[in-house]
């Protein structure tokens, strides 16, 4: 039987020649595609004068600078809050989800699969404009119900997807389910689980963006207002472009810190496995001559 060379894999075989110098060749044209498309909205942005010192002085006004400021501000702080009670919350619906009470497993799976279905804004709106509730709160709520059903599948999926064998042989030591589930499951169910964790982190952050239909001063809020405060063609391009990059920025922060966290995970003692010594050709068993 042929051996698989060292870059093969069980799900195809390693590419050849020409099928390297093929997928070169697709990079290379989605590249040239990628560049003139990039060049026909700077060609774009030129031609209508966005560039103008004109439409960029305005943002060297401390009153603006300081707008801008509070509504980043306001959108930070309803993403620590919603993401913190959304991990709280997708952690108790999991734990519902694999109980082994029927009750509980059938309305933790009801409460997740309304939350996940509904859309987020229609719950913001509801909530602010049903329950009258403040405009943080409800937006809050919203992001919180939703990011946290889906959290909660990802914690399902991801304590189910530790081998069976883990879990047997926990409570073959005679550990408790709960034991089983901190000291066993959890810990190595968090190094899969963390990139689809960071990932819904992101779409919270980008959803606190919602905030400003109900006239929450968040970030995109603070830009509409200045935009519509300027007297010139097309005000809302500068803006956008001086909101988006910090938009990106900050999910890019995230993905940062997702991978820091994981290689911290991988370089830890605890999460590593130990060496075992091979064995050596002429090792006897005890009591064997």
Same mark, same amino acid.
């Given at each position: 039987m042929k051996a698989l060379s060292h870059d093969s894999t069980a799900l195809y075989d390693v590419p050849g020649p020409r099928t390297e110098r093929r997928h070169k060749l697709y990079g290379l044209l989605s590249t040239v595609i990628l560049l003139a498309l990039a060049g026909w909205l700077l060609y774009l942005l030129f031609d209508t004068d966005q560039f103008t010192a004109t439409k960029w002085t305005?943002?060297?006004?401390?009153?603006?600078?300081?707008?801008?400021?509070?509504?980043?501000?306001?959108?930070?702080?309803?993403?620590?809050?919603?993401?913190?009670?959304?991990?709280?919350?997708?952690?108790?619906?999991?734990?519902?989800?694999?109980?082994?009470?029927? +009750?509980?497993?059938?309305?933790?799976?009801l409460l997740v699969e309304f939350f996940r279905a509904m859309p987020v804004l229609v719950m913001i709106f509801f909530v602010f404009v049903a329950l009258k509730v403040q405009p943080l709160p409800a937006l809050v709520t919203g992001l919180t119900?939703?990011?946290?059903?889906?959290?909660?599948?990802?914690?399902?999926?991801?304590?189910?997807s530790v081998e069976r064998g883990q879990r047997e042989a926990a409570y073959a030591l005679g550990m408790r389910k709960t034991q089983?589930?901190?000291?066993?499951?959890? +810990?190595?169910?968090?190094?899969?689980?963390?990139?689809a964790i960071i990932s819904q982190l992101v779409v919270a952050l980008k959803d606190t963006s919602l905030g400003y239909l109900i006239t929450y001063e968040e970030f995109l809020h603070a830009g509409k207002l200045i935009a519509s405060n300027l007297d010139y063609d097309l005000p809302f391009i500068p803006v956008v472009l001086v909101i988006s +990059?910090?938009?990106?920025?900050?999910?890019?922060?995230?993905?940062?810190?997702?991978?820091?966290?994981?290689?911290r995970q991988r370089?830890?003692?605890?999460?590593?496995?130990?060496?075992?010594?091979p064995a050596e050709p002429g090792t006897l068993l005890p009591g064997v001559q």
């Amino acid at each position: 039987m042929k051996a698989l060379s060292h870059d093969s894999t069980a799900l195809y075989d390693v590419p050849g020649p020409r099928t390297e110098r093929r997928h070169k060749l697709y990079g290379l044209l989605s590249t040239v595609i990628l560049l003139a498309l990039a060049g026909w909205l700077l060609y774009l942005l030129f031609d209508t004068d966005q560039f103008t010192a004109t439409k960029w002085t305005p943002f060297e006004y401390t009153g603006i600078q300081e707008l801008l400021l509070k509504g980043l501000g306001n959108t930070l702080k309803a993403f620590a809050i919603s993401a913190v009670l959304a991990l709280a919350l997708g952690g108790l619906l999991a734990v519902g989800r694999l109980s082994e009470h029927r +009750p509980v497993r059938w309305l933790a799976t009801l409460l997740v699969e309304f939350f996940r279905a509904m859309p987020v804004l229609v719950m913001i709106f509801f909530v602010f404009v049903a329950l009258k509730v403040q405009p943080l709160p409800a937006l809050v709520t919203g992001l919180t119900l939703y990011n946290g059903s889906v959290l909660a599948e990802v914690f399902r999926s991801g304590v189910n997807s530790v081998e069976r064998g883990q879990r047997e042989a926990a409570y073959a030591l005679g550990m408790r389910k709960t034991q089983v589930m901190t000291h066993v499951l959890v +810990p190595q169910a968090v190094r899969a689980m963390l990139p689809a964790i960071i990932s819904q982190l992101v779409v919270a952050l980008k959803d606190t963006s919602l905030g400003y239909l109900i006239t929450y001063e968040e970030f995109l809020h603070a830009g509409k207002l200045i935009a519509s405060n300027l007297d010139y063609d097309l005000p809302f391009i500068p803006v956008v472009l001086v909101i988006s +990059p910090i938009y990106i920025g900050m999910c890019m922060l995230l993905s940062w810190f997702a991978q820091w966290v994981s290689k911290r995970q991988r370089r830890n003692p605890k999460t590593e496995a130990a060496d075992v010594a091979p064995a050596e050709p002429g090792t006897l068993l005890p009591g064997v001559q």
